[in-house]
T-cell receptor
Framework: DQQVKQNSPSLSVQEGRISILNCDYTNSMFDYFLWYKKYPAEGPTFLISISSIKDKNEDGRFTVFLNKSAKHLSLHIVPSQPGDSAVYFCAASGNSGGSNYKLTFGKGTLLTVNP | NAGVTQTPKFRVLKTGQSMTLLCAQDMNHEYMYWYRQDPGMGLRLIHYSVGEGTTAKGEVPDGYNVSRLKKQNFLLGLESAAPSQTSVYFC???????????FGPGTRLLVL
C-alpha cells in the first residue's frame, strides 16, 4: 500500500514558467514532508521541507504548500530553469511509534524544463 | 567534507555470489540508512541504524544484512545475490531525530 503518491510520472514546462509538482499521502501520522531532487547517476539532494504546523514554506524559487485536510502537498518552482530538469521525490516522516526518523518516498516525477 | 561516500560505484555479480557495499560519512551523523531504487518504485528502505552497534529492518530487508561497527560506516551485505537484487543502492545519513537525510552518489549493482 503506497502511503506517499506522486501520480504524475513526468511533467514538461517551458523555461520561465511555473512548475507544479504534486504529492498525496494517506498516513495521517505523517507530520513532516520533504522534497528531494535527483539528477541522473547522482544521489538525491534535499531541496525543501515543511512541518505540518505550517501550510507554506518558501526558499528562493521553490515553495512548498501543504493542505493537511486534503493530505496533499505541492512544490512550486518559479521561474523554472533548464537546470531544474531532474526527478523530484516527495517524502514524508511521522512520529509513529518513535520511528520519526524514517522517510517514506513517493515514486518520483521527472520534470523537464524546455529552453 | 566528503559528505556521504559509497564504494564501489558499479559492480556486476553472478547469481549466488556475495558482496559488501560500503557507506562512509564524515558528518558525525548518528543515523544511517540503506535504500534501493528500482524503475517506477521510488526509494525503498532496506535497513537502517540509529547508532553505532545498532541495526533495524526497513521495508525490504530480505536477502540483505547490515553492520554498523563504527559510527561513520554502514555496511550492506548480500550473502547470495539474486537477479531481483539488481538495483541502484543509496546510502544516507542524518543527525539524530532530524528528518533531513543526506545521500551518497549510489552504487549500481547488476546481478546476472
Amino acid at each position: 500500500d503506497q502511503q506517499v503518491k506522486q501520480n504524475s510520472p513526468s511533467l514538461s514546462v517551458q523555461e520561465g514558467r511555473i512548475s507544479i509538482l504534486n504529492c498525496d499521502y494517506t498516513n495521517s501520522m505523517f507530520d513532516y514532508f520533504l522534497w528531494y531532487k535527483k539528477y541522473p547517476a547522482e544521489g538525491p539532494t534535499f531541496l525543501i521541507s515543511i512541518s505540518s504546523i505550517k501550510d507554506k514554506n518558501e526558499d528562493g524559487r521553490f515553495t512548498v504548500f501543504l493542505n493537511k485536510s486534503a493530505k496533499h502537498l505541492s512544490l512550486h518552482i518559479v521561474p523554472s530553469q533548464p537546470g531544474d530538469s531532474a526527478v523530484y521525490f516527495c517524502a514524508a516522516s511521522g512520529n509513529s511509534g518513535g520511528s520519526n526518523y524514517k522517510l517514506t518516498f513517493g515514486k518520483g516525477t521527472l520534470l523537464t524544463v524546455n529552453p | 567534507n566528503a559528505g556521504v561516500t559509497q564504494t564501489p560505484k558499479f559492480r556486476v555479480l553472478k547469481t549466488g555470489q556475495s558482496m559488501t557495499l560500503l557507506c562512509a560519512q564524515d558528518m558525525n551523523h548518528e543515523y544511517m540508512y540503506w535504500y534501493r531504487q528500482d524503475p517506477g518504485m521510488g526509494l525503498r528502505l532496506i535497513h537502517y541504524s540509529v547508532g553505532e552497534g545498532t541495526t533495524a529492518k526497513g521495508e525490504v530487508p530480505d536477502g540483505y544484512n547490515v553492520s554498523r561497527l563504527k559510527k561513520q560506516n554502514f555496511l550492506l551485505g548480500l550473502e547470495s545475490a539474486a537477479p531481483s537484487q539488481t538495483s541502484v543502492y543509496f546510502c544516507a545519513s542524518s543527525y539524530a531525530g532530524v528528518e533531513t537525510q543526506y545521500f551518497g552518489p549510489g552504487t549500481r549493482l547488476l546481478v546476472l
